[in-house]
């Protein structure tokens, strides 16, 4: 693709080395302690900063500015663009930005979903710039990632409660650390790699498909002769167009900074995946709204669409967005890292302990933080994790974990060993001591957890505010627990084996994907929810409140707007989808069936007129006429059961009535059509098959 990625990285991003250029060194030292340390940024900082941004941004031919935010549960994020023009004096105008224009914004936050939160008349919202995630310019905007607040101050993204998520983990990692005899660590940082993966389908196809264009999932349609049965398209050749998208999105994401790493195609067919880097949690949050945003806009260009549904098609695997995850020191200890003698990594091994009670605690909280509506149509699936939460901890650490249940210490671990390929032209490879498990949705891959679970449409904001918040719950429960101890090391060992102990439920090393875990999990009692309106109301347990008020990260009222705003979506996406499938059945499918079966009716007289036998043409027309008759039906009472369920009281009525009777109704709506579509005739089918999107 002729770049040099050294040279074009981070070229639109106004990051430390340009402060440091160009700002003055006590306004950068101030800035840089603020970023790491924590600070408010005073009116004449503030005033500092903008003035060199602005010359900077004019300088990357920038004539507008936008705070950047994300509304809650609005997957892509949310822009309003001011230009740069002052007020005219003379007929002549200035380019202006300042300080406040920097800090500070007000979007009018009416428009978006604040579950109960701010009244329609009490309009104001605020957002407040994010000073550790850093300012780009991007399509000539100089754009400022930032937090967004009610007027009232109540979160209304998923940005600021990761923040103060991410602080609680720190404070309550490093004091747990001093405890420890640790008197270097300063703080503790949690990391994210998130892989995002995506299909992308021929727009030209896409455009013929309405359950596409207004659900972003296929509503109905047969899979084809071929499907992903051979397992041929995982890590398989990358097509000409698809290749040349992807260099284009990675010179995109690499002048912003990202560090767009590993693209291949993922297990179905169109389907793709990217990763960049891991970087800190907030900034990874911006970056994936930001890849998501370019992987959108970018896929128009190549006549292609890019679909971020967890399930766009059925029968073939959806896609998720996986959350590596690990808290690292400002110097350098991963606390998910083993080592090679993990045996003797006592800090390890009670972070572990940790992360089981701690997991095994929010379990249906962690469920919910990592979907939206589409993802219940992947976990469980088949090829996602399924919806019950456990912990893979590989051979290596769960012997580990083994032990010191039976004896209360462990003394030896396994050896990862070599691998040799037994040929002496190829080199002897050190293996991982760990394989992989693809079952489980919260796997160890050695130095980190994997959190497979995340929908691919979905912020991972919610996701890393649980992650971290439960990690600084746990850290506070060892602190109070060790605190005063007379012998550390042993009172360490002691409530380490106590937390695996009562947690070793949440442990599962097996296949994920079984019917027999399903019944194990159920007798262990963990909790197995397939559709997240049943996981909803984790949002506002016990457990949950108070995790999240004791660290200030989000309070019982803006906890119970957020239940609301999860129950208005899944209303809001299934209304869409059922009203679609009407829409589809009676202008597209019922009049393609009375069509087709005139066109058979005509046949079945002109053979019979002709002396000719006409069984089977009848024996099709009766079918079809049948098939005709069960969609006008089905059509009906999904129309009747989706006005209701859009009527009920409160939006958790709704929703549950949207998740029992209109899923049943459209499950009873497609069958009669994708039925359908396997005798019609193809030149006769109003919609591009799965075959004709997928194998193109
Ligand atoms: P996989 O083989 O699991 O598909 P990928 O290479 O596609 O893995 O993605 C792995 C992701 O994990 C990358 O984003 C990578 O940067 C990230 N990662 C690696 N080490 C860490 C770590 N210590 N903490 C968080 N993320 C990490
Ligand atoms: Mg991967």
Redesign the pocket.
Known sequence: MGVNIAEVFGQDVFDETVMKDRLPESTYKEIEKIMHEGGNVTPEIADIVAQAMKEWAIEKGATHFTHVFQPYIISIGAEKHDSFASVPTNGKIDNTFTGKDLIMSEPDASSFPSGGLRNTFGARGYTAWDVTSPVYVREDTLCIPTAFCSYTGESLDTKAPLLKAMHAVSKYGVRLLRLLGNTTSRRILS?????QEYFLVPKALYDKRPDLIYSGRTLFGTMPPKGQEMDDQYFGAIRENVKAFMDDVNIQLWKLGISA??QHNEVAPCQH?I????SISNVALDNNYLIMTILKNTALKYGLVCLLHEKPFEGINGSGK?N???L?TDDGI?L?KPGKNPEENKLFQLVLACLMSAVDRHAMLLRTAASDTGNDHRLGAHEAPPAIISMYLGDQIEDIVNQILEKGEATSSLSAGKINFGINKLPVLDKDPTD?NRTSPFAF?G??F?FRMVASGNSIGDTNTVLSAMMAEAFLDAIEALEGAEDMDKAVAEYTAKLMREHQRIVFNGDGYSKEWEEEAARRGLPNCKSIVDAIPSIVADSTIEMFEKFNILSRAELEAREDIYYSEYKGVRNIEANTMIDMANKMYIPTAVYYSKELADTVIAVKNAGADATAQVELLNEVSAKLLEMKNATKELARVTAKAFGAETSKESAELFKSEVMAAMDALRKPVDELETIVDKETWPVPSYGDMLFY
């Open positions: 990391y994210v790699g998130p892989e790493k590993t995946e990763a960049p880097i891991f996986h590596n995850w690990s690292t991963n998910f992989r891959t130095n980190r994997e």
